[in-house]
């Protein structure tokens, strides 16, 4: 079964840190965009961090440039966002994405992760 998991949600501070984990099974990202996503209550999905390794383009929203990494795992079976200095705008559902098909670096449908919660506190 083509699924991906996540993992690392949770509550921290203002100014924290926190990384995402994101397991793929029955595949791996060698040709797959990826990315991570994030919906707050009552805003629509929005893509924040996405790579795309056919090109090796890179693509991260103005809001958490600077602050997060998006990565993959040397055998591509796990990719991870990496967020410092966090805020509390940033408190939302995160998403990981795996797609053969993409719009600029960032994956369109494909494979979506069960989504987890980050809480950033003031």
């Known amino acids: 079964e083509v699924q991906l998991v996540e993992s690392g949600g949770g509550l921290v501070q203002t100014g924290g840190s926190l990384r995402l984990s994101c397991a793929a099974s029955?595949?791996?990202?060698?040709?797959?965009?990826i990315g991570w996503f994030r919906q707050a209550p009552g805003k629509e999905r929005e893509e924040i961090a996405c790579?795309?390794?056919?090109?090796?383009?890179?693509y991260y929203a103005r809001s958490v440039k600077g602050r997060f990494t998006i990565a993959t795992s040397n055998d591509k079976n796990t990719m991870s966002l990496q967020m410092n200095s966090l805020k509390p705008e940033d408190t939302a559902v995160y998403y990981c994405a795996a797609s053969s098909v993409a719009a600029g670096s960032c994956p369109i449908s494909g494979v979506w992760g069960q989504g987890t919660q980050v809480t950033v506190s003031s």
């Open positions: 790579f795309r390794p056919d090109d090796d383009s890179t």
């Open positions: 029955g595949f791996t990202f060698d040709e797959y965009a």
